[in-house]
């Protein structure tokens, strides 16, 4: 096996475009919101809070991103049953509200959005115009 391998990774251009488009379709269904953008390392490369959102839409927006991109699946998948299990596993990031993506290139997950804020249909509309924002297909 090879002690290394080629791997894509998301640019801040691509971040920016992703909260633009948030932002956009988040003005069109007339709701206030929190963006954010996370690598495939889970580490938060991009966030926005819109004007009026509420306070604490950011926390969940960043564990919405950060469950999508580790758990490669959008949120909102778990059994209540395990819930409490995966917020232990993932040190209190893990979130089961809808409304994150994981963003995945050539089968390759590099990184996951999140909005949050609104309603979690809104949240999951203002996410997946996210990965539309760069090509992506939302699941």
């Known amino acids: 096996m090879a002690d290394f391998v080629p791997t894509f990774r998301l640019t801040h251009e691509a971040s920016l475009k992703m909260l633009a ?28 809070t ?7 839409a950011g926390r969940t927006t960043t564990k919405k991103a950060k469950t999508a991109a580790s758990q490669r699946l959008p949120t909102g998948y778990a059994e209540d049953h395990r819930v409490v299990s995966m ?9 089961n509200v809808r409304g994150g993506f994981p963003v995945i290139v050539n089968g390759e997950t590099i990184g ?7 309603s979690q249909d809104e949240d999951v509309e203002v996410a997946k115009a996210m990965l539309l924002a760069i090509g992506q297909t939302p699941p």
Do not use: K, N, P, Y
């Open 87 to 95: 917020q232990i596993r993932m040190d209190g990031d893990f979130t």
């Open 21 to 48: 488009a948030g932002v956009a379709r988040a003005q069109e269904l007339g709701v206030r919101v929190a963006l954010a953008v996370c690598d495939q390392s889970c580490e938060t490369v991009a966030f926005l």
């Open 112 to 118: 996951g959005v999140g909005a949050g804020g609104a």
């Open 50 to 56: 819109m004007d009026g959102a509420r306070h604490f």
